[in-house]
Every structure is written in C-alpha cells, then in structure tokens.
C-alpha cells in the first residue's frame, strides 16, 4: 500500500487545456515535495511546500498543500508538449517517501 | 557539475549473482539514498545513510546491503539476486541538516537499469 496516493495514474489531454493531479495521503507531513521525471533520467524537484493551506506558483503550474499537510494538488494551466512526463509527489520526514506518480502526456 | 554519479547504467545479472552498483556525489550531502523504480509503483526507499558510518533500512529492504564509509560513496549490494530485483535502481543525496531536520530536496542519478535473468 502506498504511503502517498497519486491521481489520475495516466493523463492525456490535448495542448492548451487544463489539468489538475493530486497527492493523498493519510499522514501529515512536515512538508511535501513535486518532483518531475522525464524518461531515462532521475526525478527533480519542481517545488517544496511547508505550509498547511501554502500556495505556490511556478509560471503555468500552481501548487497547493492541503490546510491539514496530508494533501496536494498540482494544476497545470495551458499545458504544452514541454509538460509531458511523470509528476511525482513525496513527503518528507525522517526520510523521503514517494508516490507512485501521474504520467502526463500533452498532445500537440 | 557531476553531481550524483551512478554505476553502472545497464547491467544484466544470472539468478543467484551478486553485484554492486556505485553512487558517488560530489555535493558534500550527508544524505543519501537508494530507491528502486518499478511500474506502477513509483520509488519505494531501499536503505539510506545521515552519514559515514549511519545506515538504516527503508521500505524494501530485503536482498539489499548497504554501507557508508565516506560521505562521497554509497553503494548497493545484491548479494544473490533474484529476478523479483529487476528495476530501476535510484541514488539520491540531499544537504541535510540534522537529527530532525526534514531531508529537503533530493538530488538524483541518471538511475541504473538491471535485469535479472
């Protein structure tokens, strides 16, 4: 069973729309990482969020950490083919704990 | 800008063989980790280190040894492989700040793909 729940598992969807992906879990965190992994590479973070309620922009992709530190959402606006890849969530504590991820893929 | 090195990046081992695979990172972290990649099922943590000599077991432990001599090096172990250890293998390091501290971002290899026949 994993730590962290991810959803949707497989995402595809044409450039231009919109997407949002979540990360659930059933612990607190004392902080949640997004990474991005493209194929043959190793994952690398997009944002940290710490705060309960913490909302963080990173140009097209806005971040949020649930007001009870178990949950987060990442939502893409206007996704390009540039977007596509594995988004991973992780939360961290004594040591780092990942989900299994959400695999983008945007269609030109 | 080397980073986390892994070695190596392909290997195909025989049921019952042993191996190690070789991560080097050249950030002066002090943690650093094992994760192996499987689909559908993300990164599961195998072992970790907080430092030379400090190792403790993650989420999948089993048929994996570790060791930690100098903060530079952290090598994985198979000692008798089993087609079940079939994945992609993950060395990550961060800047961690102590006992307490969370582990803050992690810094990943190029992983390592190995196939046990």
């Known amino acids: 069973t994993q730590l962290l729940e991810q959803s949707p598992q497989f995402l595809s969807i044409q450039e231009g729309e919109n997407l949002t992906v979540y990360c659930n879990s059933s612990?607190?965190?004392?902080?949640l990482q997004w990474y991005r992994q493209e194929p043959g590479e190793g994952p690398v973070l997009l944002v940290t969020?710490?705060?309960?309620?913490e909302v963080k922009k990173l140009k097209r992709l806005t971040f949020q950490f649930g007001d009870a530190r178990k949950d987060s959402s990442l939502h893409i606006t206007a996704a390009q083919p540039g977007d596509t890849g594995l988004y991973l969530c992780?939360?961290?504590?004594?040591?780092?704990?990942f989900g299994a991820g959400t695999r983008l893929t945007v269609k030109p | 800008n080397a980073g986390v090195t892994q070695t190596p990046k392909f290997q195909v081992l025989k049921t019952g063989q042993s191996m190690t695979l070789q991560c080097a990172q050249d950030?002066?972290?002090?943690?650093m980790s094992w994760y192996r990649q499987d689909p559908g099922m993300g990164l599961r943590l195998i072992h970790y280190?907080?430092?030379?000599?400090?190792?403790d077991q993650g989420e999948v432990p089993n048929g994996y040894n570790v060791s930690r001599s100098t903060t530079e090096d952290f090598p994985l172990r198979l000692l008798s492989a089993a087609p079940s250890q079939t994945s992609v293998y993950f060395c990550?390091?961060?800047?961690?700040?102590?006992?307490?501290?969370?582990?803050?971002?992690?810094?990943f290899g190029e992983g390592s793909r190995l196939t046990v026949l």
């Open positions: 990550a390091s961060s800047y961690w700040r102590g006992q307490g501290a969370n582990t803050g971002e992690l810094f």
């Open positions: 612990s607190v965190f004392s902080s």
């Open positions: 969020v710490v705060t309960g309620g």
């Open positions: 992780a939360g961290d504590g004594n040591d780092m704990r």
């Open positions: 950030m002066n972290h002090e943690y």
């Open positions: 280190s907080v430092g030379a000599g400090i190792t």
